[in-house]
């Protein structure tokens, strides 16, 4: 069952157990020094269980980060170039020699995505007041225009609209599918790194002893073949992981089931409406802002990416958009020319031959014919982002309730412990027999009365604190973006070193896939864990770090402009 065996001499010389300091003192076959092995030889099965479930769980969001990270930016490349082929082919020269302006949108595009302090509407009216200037020279090629006449110009854009609707719609839409986008991708990476952080565990000396109790005791009894008994190992891993217990409660918010997300919704929705009289008394009510636990997780932001903020449906179509603008300020040059010198002055004339205005004129005459749909570049990342939605969807439910699943589903490996079913012919920490403790409930408040494991609740683990405050932080965040609110990047690039959590998964050790079962526990247990639920968040942090989520959570709550 575990790495070390007694060595058959050993095993057959049984002595007084007087010497032992953690297994029962009675016969035994294990001399102090195989004691001590076999203490070393449970911290790392241990340390093996746990790192074989989390990195499965962090290759899985590893894995789509990077998929999702691919998909953006090529979605982002095939945009530009598809942009460029058409107006290469429609606008010709004309476009060749105004390029820059459309490559430094899409330059800043991609900044923004990959973390540049980028405010995208001002960047978009920019780039939007830089093409009127140079349309309004091209629409009127017999006048000059100083550089102070174009400020002018570029004054009058909101009261003309001489682009049509179209920079309006454009930066709503623009704006509301790179904030989910970059979110959902941020979103990926924190849960990864949480991960990576959280699952490196170090057992406290009383851990290691109540492991190797649990673990290699019985075979200094020579019960080499009696595994432990379900509930004893049940009780182990829950004191030794009772800090990733407290992780439980923001990883289950930050990933949130999207079907129990929704009926909160739902009757709130139906509360609300039964209520229309104090509805009307008190004023109009925010569906949102009255059930506040909505839009507030990983799957809902994901329901953004599907639906109103998809950002494949955005910049798909962003040549046809800004040629559509184009069109419309070619067709209302006349009115537009003539309301602009009125109010910035007549311009002065150039001297310029009939030809070459001519040629210039029938240039920008072209009109724009949009790709046929077998001309198109293909899908990025050779998939769609309906598809990498719903793959990512399953992998993020799986992913719920992980933290407090974790002891349960070690125990079920048959390795660790022997099931429900032979409850009487299993080692209970002394001998082979029924263990007849309760299951102590998850959480490290609750290990206060774990029977096997002595655990100090008065010292939280600060690498467990600072990832409850990252996931609630970034939980606020998913909030905002699900809502179209603008958010602050975090910059996670270097945030993986000198946590003291070790390397987080290997590359080869981690499988490609993630899948587990919320484990099924006893009634004692069901029965314990929602008896101490609302006393096992009194642990909760420290206060400088409570100030600090507090504070930067209301930094990031820019409303939408």
Not at 105 to 132: H, I, P, Q, S
Not at 146 to 151: A, H, R, V
Request: charged share 25%; aromatic share 8%.
């Amino acid at each position: 069952m575990w790495g070390i065996r007694p060595a058959g001499a050993d095993a057959k010389k049984h002595l007084s157990g007087d010497h032992l300091k953690v297994c029962p003192q009675g016969y035994t076959c294990c001399s102090p020094e195989m004691e001590e092995k076999y203490g070393q030889q449970s911290k790392h099965d241990f340390r093996s269980a746990v790192v074989e479930l989390s990195n499965n769980l962090q290759a899985t969001f590893s894995s789509r980060y990077n998929k999702f990270d691919e998909f953006f930016r090529e979605l982002l490349e095939n945009a530009e170039k598809s942009l460029n082929d058409m107006f290469v082919r429609t606008y010709g020269l004309l476009y060749m020699q105004n390029s820059e302006m459309f490559k430094d949108l899409f330059v800043e595009l991609k900044r923004y995505y990959t973390g540049g302090n980028v405010n995208l509407e001002e960047m978009l009216n920019d780039f939007w007041a830089r093409l009127l200037e140079r349309m309004f020279r091209l629409v009127n090629p017999q006048y000059h225009f100083s550089d102070e006449y174009l400020e002018c110009v570029s004054k009058y854009t909101e009261q003309l609209k001489p682009f049509g609707d179209v920079p309006r719609k454009l930066k709503l839409q623009v704006t509301r599918a790179f904030v989910v986008a970059r979110t959902f991708a941020q979103g990926l990476a924190v849960a990864r790194d949480v991960v990576a952080r959280v699952s490196v565990v170090n057992p406290t000396p009383q851990g290691v002893q109540a492991l190797l109790k649990m673990m290699y005791c019985p075979h200094c009894r020579g019960l080499v073949a009696v595994k432990p008994c379900y509930n004893y190992c049940f009780n182990v891993m829950r004191g030794c992981l009772a800090n990733q217990g407290e992780l439980d409660t923001e990883w289950n918010n930050f990933i949130a089931h999207q079907s129990e997300a929704r009926i909160p919704s739902q009757r709130c929705a139906m509360t609300l409406r039964g209520t229309k009289a104090l509805i009307h008394t008190a004023g109009p009510v925010n569906l949102r802002m009255a059930c506040p636990a909505l839009g507030d997780s990983m799957l809902m932001v994901a329901e953004r990416l599907e639906g109103p903020f998809n950002i494949e449906s955005v910049m798909d179509p962003i040549d046809v958009k800004i040629s559509d603008a184009i069109m419309n300020m070619q067709d209302n040059s006349m009115q537009v020319s003539q309301k602009v010198f009125q109010g910035c002055g007549q311009p002065k004339m150039l001297v310029q031959s009939r030809s070459s205005r001519s040629v210039s004129e029938s240039s920008f005459s072209a009109r724009f014919r949009p790709f046929n749909p077998e001309e198109r570049p293909t899908t990025a990342a050779g998939t769609s982002l309906d598809r990498l939605v719903t793959d990512v969807k399953e992998k993020l439910k799986q992913a719920r309730k992980f933290w407090s699943s974790l002891p349960g589903n070690i125990c079920n490996n048959e390795k660790m412990a022997a099931g429900h079913v032979n409850e009487e012919e299993c080692w209970n920490g002394s001998d082979k027999s029924r263990y007849v403790f309760a299951v102590t409930a998850n959480g490290l408040a609750n290990q206060a009365n774990n029977p096997e494991v002595e655990v100090d609740i008065s010292k939280p683990d600060i690498v467990i604190r600072r990832q409850i405050v990252a996931l609630r932080m970034m939980t606020h965040r998913m909030k905002n973006a699900y809502n179209g609110n603008d958010v602050d990047f975090i910059d996670i690039s270097d945030e993986s070193s000198g946590e003291g959590s070790g390397s987080g998964c290997d590359t080869q050790q981690c499988s490609p896939e993630f899948v587990f079962n919320v484990t099924e526990i006893t009634q004692d247990t069901k029965k314990m864990d929602k008896s101490v639920e609302g006393s096992a968040a009194n642990v909760g942090l420290s206060k400088a770090a409570l100030l600090l989520s507090i504070f930067l959570s209301l930094a990031a709550q820019r409303q939408w402009r």
